[in-house]
């Protein structure tokens, strides 16, 4: 080919490279500025389309499996760790000495916890997606049985006489007590709301159980959680001492004297508007600290400063000495270090109205916190060894345990636990998911009010003082759900964690882009549902279910009058995220809220969400009928007998995960199957 | 020849239906003459209805106490009411709880503990301040309150709310609870509600999906695997929990108000309280007493046994002895022998009955039971409480 006819060639390519180019990067432009709601996100056209991709092959392809330490344990001689290696279902045994994985041991899905017998022997670990623990014989590092518990077990202890194994069943609030010997569940006892964290006191007498979500209250009402005192010996619940305007409580440890139980805990504001957060207290973090003995008190303090929070506190031990206790605040990847002879001499000076006043004073923590101890990405569960001169942090997102000698308060060394090196995209937006440093003065973590990015159960008033109060949404699976908000205003997760998000909430500098696709990628893909055990384990509807289930895809009354098909379940919450993904007005509108409609919530695990409607005035889901359905704008259901609507309850509260309703071709053919009979 | 015939066949029909009858009368007058052999005959019994007997009083309790008894005898009232501490007299029900004593009251649930009342309203978190039933869940030790307003969970002190609104129960107004290990069982006025507190998940059976006759039920008892349901107008309805079947046992006479032919099955079909022990399943109608062993039903009335009344509020069996609050005084039986404990309605005295066989003793004591419109009754070691609809008595067991 001759050169001119090269040019030539090429010269056309390039004038309809030009002629595409120009036409095609404006409707590129376009479109990403509709998605993200701003003009300058860089057209990159791999930040939606590759990182939130969901096909499996891509998935593996941008993902990676890591361990995700989250609780650990340490043997009695100190030479082992045992570790619970979240995303990898497994239990890593570790060399401490040096520093390298045994043994892996796979467990069941999900694992939260894990604990060693008195002889250091047997490790237990809960599985909280798969409702049972893993006995462990440490000798062989193998499983030798396998236990059932509630729904989602997570904090374990042992009896004192380490006949019964308490499982703390975090979805179903309430504890296993399981017999060791005939290794069955032989009762449950309710606890608080949503609990994790157990612990036995030193004398062997009763075992605290919290609680992380308040008990159900109007919005208005101060909030209170639970602490749930059980008796190990009679094994029935003797005191719930309510931990006034404080929640997410997540773990709690006894002084080895036993005249102190001190827990983790959040006391968030959210009765104030939330946008003041340039103001302070839009959440504040401590510890709640019991007193053992008759007429003991119960009080709280801050480990916040005044200019710098530290969120999201998750575990707390204290030292054998009884004089320090380390607590993780893995919202700013932090140890905080705690003088408690200094806490006992505040409270020993303090009257009762200057100890209320504390619980709120952001300057408290000068007095008794000695340290702040720079870690890893999300440390979480936290281990001392048996002389107490080592700490032990399990860092979720580092896939680290970092080692730190209590004496010098320093980091002496990290153990690898063997993941990935490389921090993909929705890694990297799951660190930022849980880290508070993009909040003003690091008050909160999309975490904070999304713990295990699900919905921490409050209402927070999001707009000016009284206007638009609205209930925390779940986040799992939500990628497909658009649009988003409570009022539907926001069309793309980029929208609703870009330029708003900062500008409303976080106040500071909004995420660079780079940050905020990373966010996008995991909060669309990243969030799963765990499985919905209790009411629909294996996918087979229970006989109640059933008839729920032809009630929600009715189109006759009992009467045989016609519905109107705007007034059917099932018209604004088809499967399988069960719901149309539109806006309706369904008659519950506050006279504080904007006129305006509402985003129709998906039903997906709606079972784990209470309290329901926009603005979480309905406790139950039997209360969004009983209640607030009286007009029957939300669905046709006051010709129901009361039979009829536990059953449709019961259905609702069968709704899995979405993924379950786009494998199973059944359930539209089910549906058609109720509609004509 | 044909008209002969006629004639004759004539005569003997008109004889054949004298003759039956005479016989049917007959045999109606047997009947009730064989059952009047089976109890008392009035003239025998030693009636201590005249005041001047009360001074024989305590030496009646003593020969009492000396003698052998085939079921308890209690003495020693000690009666409690709004004056003592209690929130309101009329009181609904009482449970032994340990070392307490919970009364559900009109005006609230009355705790009796180291001599002392204390009293827990809607304020503290009740459903509703009308305690109609209690139990206690040998398990977790969780105090189960059904309620005018809803059932309650009285746990370590936190009272948790169950509703017809909040909830699967199927009405609010309880008349009746039970915990039978992780279930409970209300009977209420839509229906009987099943609570399972592992899933948290209700069943309610009414008579839409349970042979009842009317979603009304009054009492709910557990045994022998199954639960029994005392069903307004329904007699009894059996669910066994194996299988979650029903069947029902109801007055084979219909819903008379005699009973036309004895131990042919529960008196009557309106049914108040059922109460499981032994072997036998105790049923309380506004018509009499029922036994049922399994096979057999035997009945028992005013007329015909022990029982001080027909109209019956409420049943509790423990072991082999029923107690049973009725209108007219508590009774109690063994299905043989009778100890019945009544009030004077001129003062606090009463008499305590006795009926072994066929001797009846009747024993003077002051004071006696608070009331005799009796609605709740529990026992424990050697002590018994009653709820009555003025106060509530405390007695000890008679040595």
């Known amino acids: 080919m001759k050169t001119s006819d090269k040019l030539m060639i090429f010269g056309l390519i390039f004038m309809v490279g030009l002629l595409v180019y120009f036409p095609g990067r404006k409707v590129a432009r376009m479109h990403v500025n509709s998605k993200t709601a701003v003009d300058d996100h860089p057209l990159s056209c791999i930040s939606c389309h590759l990182y939130t991709r969901k096909e499996e092959v891509i998935s593996k392809m941008i993902n990676a499996d890591y361990y995700s330490p989250f609780n650990l344990a340490v043997s009695n001689n100190g030479t082992r760790l045992y570790v619970i290696a979240q995303d990898a279902d497994a239990l890593l045994v570790v060399d401490a000495e040096n520093n390298k994985v045994l043994h892996k041991i796979n467990v069941g899905i999900h694992p939260h916890s894990v604990i060693l017998n008195r002889a250091g022997k047997m490790a237990y ?13 440490l000798a062989s590092s193998k499983v030798i049985d396998t236990l059932k518990t509630g729904n ?90 309510s931990i006034e305007s404080a929640y997410i409580m997540e773990n709690v440890a006894f002084t080895p004297s036993g005249d102190l139980a001190i827990m983790t805990l959040i006391r968030p504001k959210n009765l104030i508007p939330s946008l003041q957060v340039e103001r302070g207290w839009m959440n504040t973090h401590g510890i709640g600290i019991i007193e053992q003995k008759e007429g003991g008190r119960v009080i709280q303090l801050l480990i916040d400063e005044p200019n710098s929070y530290y969120p999201d506190p998750f575990d707390i031990v204290i030292s054998p000495d009884g004089k320090t206790a380390f607590v993780s605040s893995s919202g700013v990847n932090v140890i905080s270090v705690i003088d408690i002879d200094a806490v006992r001499t505040l409270m020993a000076e303090s009257s009762p109205e200057m100890l209320k006043r504390f619980s709120n004073n952001l300057g408290i923590s000068s007095l ?37 000698n209590t004496e010098s308060l320093e980091i002496i060394s990290a153990i690898d636990l063997g993941g990935p090196n490389r921090i993909t ?46 209930n925390v949404i779940s ?44 966010l996008v990628a995991y909060v669309k893909r990243g969030i799963k549902y765990p499985p919905n055990l209790m009411h629909n384990p294996n996918g087979e509807l229970t006989e109640s279910q059933l008839r729920g289930k032809a009630l929600f895809y009715r189109s006759e009354d009992n009467l045989g009058h016609v519905i109107p098909e705007n007034n059917r379940c099932i018209t604004c919450h088809p499967p399988p995220y069960y719901s149309n993904l539109k806006l309706a007005d369904v008659g519950t509108l506050a006279k504080t809220d904007d006129s305006i409609y509402f985003d129709t919530p998906h039903l997906n695990n709606i079972y784990a969400s209470p309290p329901y409607l926009h603005d979480g005035r309905a406790e139950t889901l039997e209360e969004i009928w009983t209640i607030y359905g009286l007009e029957d704008k939300h669905g046709y259901v006051n010709d129901m007998t009361k039979i009829q609507l536990n059953d449709l309850v019961d259905y609702l509260k069968s709704l899995r995960d979405p993924e379950f309703y786009q494998n199973n071709s059944n359930n539209q053919q089910q549906a058609l199957y109720y509609k004509s009979n | 020849m044909m008209k002969i015939k006629l004639k004759k066949y004539s005569k003997i029909a008109v004889f054949s ?9 007959g045999f109606l007058w047997y009947g009730q003459n064989i059952s009047s052999l089976n109890h008392l005959s009035e003239d025998k019994l030693t009636m201590l209805d005249d005041p001047q007997l009360l001074p024989e009083k305590t030496a009646k309790l003593t020969a009492i106490e000396k003698d052998s008894n085939p079921i308890p005898i209690y003495g020693h009232w000690q009666n409690f009411t709004s004056k003592d501490g209690l929130p309101g007299d009329k009181a ?134 199954k639960i029994f349901i005392a069903a307004w107008g329904g007699g009894v309805v059996e669910y066994t929990k194996k299988t ?87 009774s109690t039986t063994d299905g043989e022998n009778w100890v019945n404990y009544t009030k004077n309605d001129q003062n606090n005295a009463g008499k305590t009955i006795i009926i072994k066989g066929n001797e009846k003793t009747a024993s003077a004591m002051s004071p006696s039971i608070s009331h005799n419109f009796t609605l709740g009754v529990d026992v424990k070691d050697h002590v018994i409480w009653l709820a009555t609809s003025k106060g509530v008595s405390r007695g000890e067991l008679l040595k």
């Open chain 1, 152 to 241: 989602g077990p997570a904090g374990l202890a042992l009896s004192a006489n380490e006949q019964f194994l308490y499982a703390v069943n975090a979805f179903s609030s309430n504890l296993s007590v399981i017999d060791l010997s005939s290794k069955k569940e032989i009762k449950r006892l309710t606890t608080g709301n949503n609990p994790t964290g157990t612990a036995l006191s030193p004398n062997g007498k009763v075992l605290y159980v919290t609680s992380r979500r308040a008990n159900p209250a109007p919005y208005g009402e101060p909030l209170s959680s639970d602490m749930t005192l059980v008796n190990d010996k009679t094994q029935t619940v003797m005191n719930r001492t």
């Open chain 1, 475 to 518: 986040l799992r699976e939500i990628g497909d759900t658009p649009p988003y908000k409570w009022n539907g205003k926001n069309q793309s997760i980029y929208k609703q964690d870009g330029m708003r998000f900062s500008r409303f909430l976080t106040r500071t500098e909004t995420f660079n882009y780079d940050d905020l696709d990373a």
């Open chain 1, 125 to 137: 670990i809960s599985n909280q997606w798969s409702d049972n623990v893993s006995v462990i014989d």
């Open chain 2, 17 to 25: 239906v004298v003759f039956l009858g005479i016989g049917y009368m």
């Open chain 1, 425 to 470: 995209v929705a890694r990297q937006g799951r660190r930022l998911f849980n880290n508070a440093s993009h909040t003003f003065q690091n008050q909160y973590a999309c975490y904070s009010c999304h713990p295990d990015m699900h919905e921490d159960g409050l209402n927070y008033n999001l707009a000016a003082a009284g206007r638009n109060i609205v």
């Open chain 1, 368 to 404: 008794f916190v000695t340290k702040r101890i720079a870690t890893g990405a999300n440390p979480k569960g936290l281990a001392l060894s048996p002389d107490g001169k080592l700490l032990y942090v399990a860092e979720q997102l580092e896939d680290k345990i970092t080692v730190i």
């Open chain 2, 244 to 330: 979650k079947k029903f069947r029902d046992y109801v007055d084979p006479d219909g819903n008379m108000e005699m009973d036309l032919f004895p131990d042919d099955g529960v008196v009557h079909d309106i049914t108040t309280g059922t109460s499981w022990a032994n072997g036998n399943l105790w049923v309380a109608t506004y018509f009499g007493l029922s036994r049922y062993d399994g096979v057999h039903w035997k009945g028992y009335f005013d007329h015909d046994s022990g029982l001080a009344s027909n109209f019956i509020n409420f049943v509790r069996a423990v072991g082999p002895v029923a107690f049973i609050c009725t209108d007219k005084g508590l």
């Open chain 2, 92 to 225: 609904y029900c009482v449970r032994i709880n340990g070392n307490r004593v919970l009364v559900g009251t009109h005006e609230g649930l009355a705790v009796y503990e180291q001599g002392k009342w204390r009293t827990y309203t809607t304020k503290d978190g009740l459903a509703h301040n009308g305690v109609l039933s209690i139990d206690v869940s040998e398990l977790t030790g969780d105090v189960w309150l059904g309620t005018m307003g809803g059932l309650t969970r009285w746990s370590a002190g936190n009272f948790e709310n169950f509703t017809q609104f909040n909830s699967g129960l199927p009405n609010d107004i309880i008349y009746s609870v039970i915990c039978d290990g992780k279930d409970v069982w209300t009977a209420t006025a839509g229906g009987a509600g099943h609570y399972d507190t592992f899933t948290k998940r209700w069943e309610i059976f009414t008579e839409q999906n349970a042979p009842m006759h009317e979603p009304w039920t009054y009492g709910v008892c557990a045994g022998d695997g």
